[in-house]
T-cell receptor, first 110, second 112 residues
């Protein structure tokens, strides 16, 4: 069974620090990787997507992909209280189905 | 422009009742997805349409669940003879022919 694994948290990070969120996936044939942010009671919104090994940066966010280790991460620099949310890792498998992890709850401490 | 809309936003059903959940995707989006999200869990894939064709329905949990998108735009997810375990938020997402999915606000279904 194809799986996407995340630590459920909560992960508590002081305001201004770097938050590091991690995700592993089981299907080695996966091609596309996504990070979504979900506020309580709201629907997921896409933050980043990455296809190639290495880093992809967008503002305060950096997505990192290591296909050999089947590992994706999201770094949030200069964390703000508004970053407090659940972060969902999602993987598009070889069948084009997008599989979500259970999410990591992030709490930025003011 | 308008995003993905879903209706109703909240639905309370008695066990055994049939329900129909509607999704209006972003205009022109070819792909449409339905997900079920239980409390504290990530969205679970239910089914996927490309235009009017249902390409994957492997995530539908039982034959009580049925989805359609007859004209390649609006989609309806129908659940027959609802059970308590069907209580969840049902999310619809649409996508152009790319990877990015845009989610609607969801329908929270509570089965008593």
């Amino acid at each position: 069974q194809k799986e996407v694994e995340q630590n459920s948290g909560p992960l508590s990070v002081p305001e201004g620090a770097i938050a590091s969120l991690n995700c592993t996936y089981s299907d080695r044939g996966s091609q596309s990787f996504f990070w979504y942010r979900q506020y309580s009671g709201k629907s997921p919104e896409l933050i980043m997507f990455i296809y190639s090994n290495g880093d992809k940066e967008d503002g305060r966010f950096t997505a990192q992909l290591n296909k050999a280790s089947q590992y994706v991460s999201l770094l949030i620099r200069d964390s703000q209280p508004s970053d407090s949310a659940t972060y969902l890792c999602a993987v598009k498998d070889r069948d084009d189905k997008i599989i979500f992890g259970k999410g990591t709850r992030l709490h930025i401490l003011p | 422009g308008a995003g993905v809309s879903q209706s109703p936003r909240y639905k309370v059903a008695k066990r055994g009742q049939d329900v129909a959940l509607r999704c209006d995707p972003i205009s022109g989006h070819v792909s449409l997805f339905w997900y079920q999200q239980a409390l504290g869990q990530g969205p679970e894939f239910l089914t996927y349409f490309q235009n009017e064709a249902q390409l994957d329905k492997s995530g539908l949990p039982s034959d009580r669940f049925f989805a359609e998108r007859p004209e390649g735009s609006v989609s309806t997810l129908k659940i027959q003879r609802t059970q308590q375990e069907d209580s969840a938020v049902y999310l619809c997402a649409s996508s152009p022919l790319s990877n990015e999915q845009f989610f609607g606000p969801g329908t929270r279904l509570t089965v008593l």
